[in-house]
């Protein structure tokens, strides 16, 4: 076949459609975790400006960005395991 | 190809469903990405003991996200992968339309139960609603924790039919211990020894169904 008809392409849906779409949906139930209400909280100072900006870039890396709490967390978990070890 | 594992009823196996695919999908030699979309995180909690359990890992890489980001991450991840299975909640959240937003395939569960099938409408209106923003979703139901005996499985059957919205996969699922014997162990019910044969064939089926990948490696238990 010599001719064929214009092909047709699925207009893509736009942001805010796509947005309208998603925040139509409920929030997942808010946590009742009463260790988060009760943790410890215990603030951590940067002398050394260029540790915490390492520990962004790291951060920011990954696939998937971590709350810079998870992550430090994380990092003492890995520490102690690894020193345990 | 990603394939949401969803529905808005909790209970009816969505993360048995998403874990099993994604274990089989990766022994079929698939790249493979299973997000968590579900605040209760089970996917992440059986990926976290098959990684202890196995030394070789859990063969696939698992992340949880929530609300939109499921949207945009999976959009950015998923070229990196050759197969993403996303399991959601039990519920209509931001969490299920995102991940639907993005996806190839919206595979839901059902329970031969009444409370399970009353929640038929709800879903063939999201599919519907889907459509609007990702006209090319492909959603497909199946009878998930079948009955051994009685009609129950048929009478789901026939109402799974009757929604146009949704494509009935005639493959279902029993309700068997195997499942919860293999996740406890945080293993795919393939993986499970001693073996469950009729578990082992019907997700196998229902695997064939989904990707038409007939071999998957002769899978190790830790």
């Given amino acids: ?85 | 190809m990603i394939t949401v594992v969803g529905g808005t009823k909790g209970g009816s196996g969505k993360s048995t469903v998403a874990t099993n695919l994604a274990v089989m999908l990766a022994a079929s030699g698939r790249d493979v990405l299973l997000v968590d979309a579900d605040d209760q995180e089970t996917s992440v909690d059986f990926t976290t003991l098959r990684n202890e359990t196995r030394p070789s890992g859990a063969g696939y890489t698992c992340v949880a996200l929530t609300g939109r980001a499921v949207f945009t991450e999976v959009q950015r991840l998923a070229p990196k992968y050759q197969e993403v299975v996303i399991d959601t909640g039990g519920r209509d959240t931001a969490s299920q339309r995102a991940a639907l937003a993005v996806a190839d395939v919206y595979l839901v569960p059902f329970a031969p139960r009444s409370f399970d099938v009353w929640t038929l409408d709800k879903v063939a209106e999201l599919v519907e609603e889907t459509r609007a923003v990702n006209p090319n979703l492909r959603a497909l139901a199946f009878i998930n924790r079948a009955e051994v005996r009685g009609s129950e499985n048929a009478e789901a059957a026939e109402l799974l039919r009757q929604k146009p919205a949704l494509e009935y996969i005639p493959v279902s699922l029993g309700s068997r211990k195997a499942y919860a014997h293999a996740a406890a162990a945080g293993l795919a019910v393939t993986e499970l020894r001693p073996q469950d044969p009729k578990a082992t064939d019907e997700v196998g089926a229902l695997f064939g169904y989904l990707f038409d990948i007939k071999k998957i490696s002769k899978l190790k238990t830790a």
């Fill in chain 1, 1 to 85: 076949m010599a001719l064929t008809s214009k092909p047709h392409k699925a207009a893509p849906a736009n942001v805010q459609q796509i947005d309208a779409f998603i925040g139509k949906g409920g929030s997942a139930p808010a946590p009742t975790h009463v260790d988060a209400l009760t943790a410890k909280v215990h603030p951590l100072r940067f002398h050394d400006t260029d540790l915490f900006d390492r520990l962004e870039v790291a951060r920011r890396s990954g696939g998937v960005k971590l709350p810079r709490n998870t992550w430090i967390l994380q990092a003492i978990s890995e520490k102690l395991e690894r020193d345990a070890g």
